[in-house]
């Protein structure tokens, strides 16, 4: 502890002097001032301070799911956070409106001499990535180099360290694969609902037969995607077919978790899943939040340089469109949907079963 | 002129009896009532009053743009109408968060009772399409028909007819085409100009050598890319090559549509060309807000029924994603920027040039 | 149940026949069409058809809260409803941007063939507060009249039944009354609360010395409000003061329901909790978001209008901006950070305690 | 020019080195670290980034109009800034949602420790304030005390400096005055103008007339508002009249300025005022967007401490929302529309004068 010999001031504790020190445009440097650099600097040095703030509560959640198991008091904390990043995400997001007021030609004032350097060499950025779980195997390769090519000896440690460490993806994976209440001691759930989406798919499938009666090549069609639905839910149930989709990379997470995200989802009014429930639907959100992003970006850039090389040399305009869709985490979680069936048919939980998932004073 | 009886009230006035009338949950009529089939209601019927005002507002400048020539003071109000445009799309897209509100499993309740309609089959949002001036040609096909066999013979005319008539691309493109201050008599801008694009290249070439002096086949990659950029120019500049790219279909404006909205760009400061500049750009924000719009919806759609077949029988996510960025109408517009100078480079306006492009007040 | 004869389209199903013919503008009626009047009527649709879906949403929340006590498992539905309705409020809001596109001078061109309709004519909205909860007593008048005195006949009873039957804030109080964990059989939590409220109000007593040491007259002042903010303690934790204080219109929950709502908010780590403490969270939510609404909708009618009479014949401006603070509900939870400590200062729960306030799967 | 060593990187130009050194958590320091403290820092650190940005816009708005008169080709560029301003203040405004992520106890955690710094220290807002023309005289006291003794020694100059220089304000009080088309040589425009209010008046009577004629109280009351409107009208063109009511505080304009402003608005649709109106209403957007920042703001602290001391030892809470309404600059133009006539009523240009507002190419 350091003591002060001043008041705490506003200005003082925020260090406004050293942080509004830290705009220094090429342009000006150069004696060529071009008023619209100040923009670009603010901007992104907007979005590297919510970066550190999204990685600060990143390592919040990760502390908190590194215990096993995670307290069930510690995953509202958890949700917390990540309902936090979802936010924060929202206003970078937004962010582009201001860079958007920004016009091609102003932007050609300055962006040659931003060269060599890159929005690809954010190491804060690449860090979230690997800390939500990102696996090097599915980034796109951007000019034929890995993505750490790209950055600066001195950043490439913050960004590559998280890499291997346990990620957001694997504690959820673990933590998801203990939950206890998958496995029901006298009752073959899984089984149950095997029978309810048979008869699902059967009703699918008379559906699809009225829908295009007159119609025999969208009927062929239709049912052939029917049939590879059916196959889609035997990898769900069929450890081997999992197994199978997993290595093919259909499937990330373990067969256990993957089954209790179902679970969760399917039950999620029971008081001791609801926060579970919200927990996974928010991971969906930070994944789609990131495409969003991802996919603005990729418009914004488009707009504002045509199809001429990025600042970092890049044809980067192909490398953005193609992650905006590559780049996701919780696929798995994305398409648990495909699994639902309708509150109507969902097995009943046993009485005993019911009791465990509510809470202790009403017992 | 109808007689009024009785004052006006507001209930009247917004004819609510009837408005809150057209709420009819098929899930409710069938004795199987599910909750959240309102809010597919009223989020849908919102979505095609806010159609109904855009379809209202592209009347309003189709007409004011069938006059030939525009007058600059209606320019201004024509502006002013798709700046309404993009706000409300703003709108229309934030209401996705609504949407996303309702679980797969609260959608699952009520989704088979829909079967086959499907939001395939707004008539207004094709209107919409088509009044923009989307062609037939680049649709993409869904289930392997055209658009319109998705629509009830009774809502076809609503959505068709506007193909038939001038679209409002055709009517920037006539308004482009006749601007008077491109063709400059004794001053060939043109010829400047493409002087100034070489030195340009040049320059970015030089550039590419730096950033990938150690890296032979990164830097190889740049040469290519940017000879393709020097190809792209020689479209511009040359109208053989200009007839070949439109007839390729990489351009759709006419030559001198495109050399008018480049000239705009570029001398967008010069006070006649104010107006027009902020017109082009309004023109891409309302592309962007619908590739957005398409994105998100693709989204939600992905999340909400993972791959199982839309409501209307179609395997929809695939063509909702495909049509994200194939369903735009000012690409060449959005990529203009391609083509521009910095300011820097740009050729002075001749003095008597610069005159007729100002007002009259001030000569 | 009725039967269809035709199969279900998109048109037929949202009743875009009837629903797109209710856009009746005066101005067309009466031969002096008006572009913007669309817009008018469009923008108050919308915002019907949301008040609609709100309506339907409390509705369900209220059937929920009608049973007591609230199981567990129906809190996290309530909730799920509740978060909607922000999300829709905040779509209403933006909303204004929309009319905001419309000018003062194109206003003009309407507004009076709207007289003497007006927006305080909407039973829909005033049925949500109603149900909402509020009072009567509280409301501001405007013209000197009771607010239903602006309705027309036919639609009063929508507007004022709501009145009469138990609204949200009456089932919050009674769900919060009856909360089970309030009282600690041997724990006498609410004397060691006030003990640590004491010292920390002693602290602050030291801070305000500190901050103002060279300012008698702040210092005064600061200390006087200190003062003031004890004697505000002092009505939280003595019924007798408590009972003053909502006699006096200070505060509306009664003083168990106050005190569980200050207990969750306290513990609202705890399992048992985290529900219930984003119940509350959401509803000062939505009460913000109505404010929000208000102050915007009376910003931008002020702007429309200038000082001239609303279309009501009212003086409307005024009136608006005093419901902005005044109709609120749930001021009681907005200021329950008034009497929160920190959690350094927090008492730990009893071992028992926590225990009853876990999942039975845990014991 | 300094020469650089090395190759620009991202992280190096944007000195994220320096920049994601300046969280310092007083917390952490002390040995009790708050996770959300970090927030806290992050977020107003953002909000000072902007600050500068704003700054910045102003800046290059107050060089552009200090010219005298302004070149027509550079009030397009101005309101590009003042554009660019409202788009950043709008994700200023949407990042309280951020901070709303932190809880009440949360935040208790450290606010103790930042006393006595407080955000109305904040120097480069008060300097935003400054340039756009608050004026000492109309600012509440805080604390009895003038706004900068509030301020540490070291930065006052940058919030008080801009007070003596002609503010944004004054630029357009200047730039309106000097307005040449207000005066019609042989056409008494203001003449014509007055009569046409006169008999809008007398319709207005008529319409309170006709609603309120079994209400003879608020009939009476209506009157009188007319009346007050009729003499508000004569502060506009009885110079007297308009003087008396600057005097009283209750116009800031010069009487000049003043009605080239509503003759703007009157006339926005001529070539030469097209860019003019939009100016005038971005700076009511301006006026606005900071107005809902206060009030959000103010609902955001009012939520987060209660009624407790503000970190700056104020009773911060009132002085938020006394100044959500009176720190206005542009009051006169919000106004504007009192004054405004229907398009009906408007006296038609002169064919002389009309021409003078178009372009030369026209001619």
């Given at each position: 502890m350091t003591d002060r010999t001043e008041p705490l001031s506003y200005g003082s504790y925020l260090r406004l002097k050293e942080l509004l020190d830290c705009q220094r445009p090429e342009s000006a440097r150069l004696g060529k001032r071009a008023h619209?650099?100040?923009?670009?600097?603010?901007?992104?040095?907007?979005?590297?301070?919510?970066?550190?703030?999204?990685?600060?509560?990143?390592?919040?959640?990760?502390?908190?799911?590194?215990?096993?198991?995670?307290?069930?008091?510690?995953?509202?904390?958890?949700?917390?956070?990540l309902e936090r990043i979802v936010t924060i995400l929202r206003v970078v997001i937004g962010q582009i409106d201001i860079l958007e007021t920004m016009t091609p030609l102003d932007f050609l004032?300055?962006?040659?001499?931003?060269?060599?350097?890159?929005?690809?060499?954010?190491?804060?950025?690449?860090?979230?990535?690997?800390?939500?779980?990102?696996?090097?195997?599915?980034r796109l390769r951007y000019n034929e180099s890995p993505y750490e090519a790209a950055l600066p000896e001195s950043e490439r440690s913050r960004a590559l360290d998280p890499e291997h460490a346990p990620s957001l993806?694997?504690?959820?994976?673990?933590?998801?694969?203990?939950?206890?209440?998958?496995?029901?001691?006298?009752?073959?759930?899984?089984?149950?609902?095997?029978?309810?989406?048979?008869?699902?798919?059967?009703?699918?499938?008379?559906?699809?037969?009225?829908?295009?009666?007159?119609?025999?090549?969208?009927?062929?069609?239709?049912?052939?995607?029917?049939?590879?639905?059916?196959?889609?839910?035997a990898t769900v149930f069929l450890p081997d077919e999992y197994a199978k989709a997993r290595q093919a990379g259909l499937r990330r997470l373990t067969h256990e978790a993957f089954l209790a995200a179902l679970m969760i989802s399917l039950y999620r009014d029971e008081p001791i899943l609801q926060t579970p429930f919200r927990l996974l639907t928010v991971l969906v959100e930070i994944d789609e939040a990131l495409s969003l992003w991802r996919y603005r970006h990729m418009q914004m850039v488009s707009r504002m340089i045509g199809s001429k090389i990025g600042t970092g040399g890049s044809s980067g305009q192909d490398y953005l469109r193609r992650t905006v869709d590559a780049h996701r985490v919780f696929a798995d979680l994305f398409n648990l949907s495909t699994y639902l069936l309708p509150r109507s048919r969902l097995p009943a939980l046993p009485q005993a079963v019911a009791r465990e998932l509510g809470f202790a004073w009403a017992r």
């Open positions: 619209d650099e100040m923009l670009f600097i603010v901007t992104h040095q907007t979005y590297e301070l919510w970066f550190k703030q999204v990685l600060h509560e990143l390592d919040a959640i990760l502390a908190i799911m590194a215990v096993a198991p995670v307290a069930e008091r510690d995953v509202g904390r958890a949700l917390a956070h004032e300055f962006r040659d001499l931003l060269a060599p350097s890159s929005g690809f060499q954010s190491a804060q950025f690449r860090a979230i990535e690997n800390k939500l779980g990102m696996q090097r195997g599915r993806f694997d504690r959820v994976d673990a933590w998801l694969s203990r939950m206890p209440f998958v496995r029901f001691r006298d009752f073959d759930f899984w089984r149950v609902y095997r029978d309810q989406v048979e008869a699902m798919l059967a009703g699918d499938a008379e559906v699809i037969g009225r829908s295009h009666a007159d119609n025999p090549a969208a009927l062929a069609a239709q049912l052939a995607q029917l049939e590879a639905t059916r196959r889609e839910f």
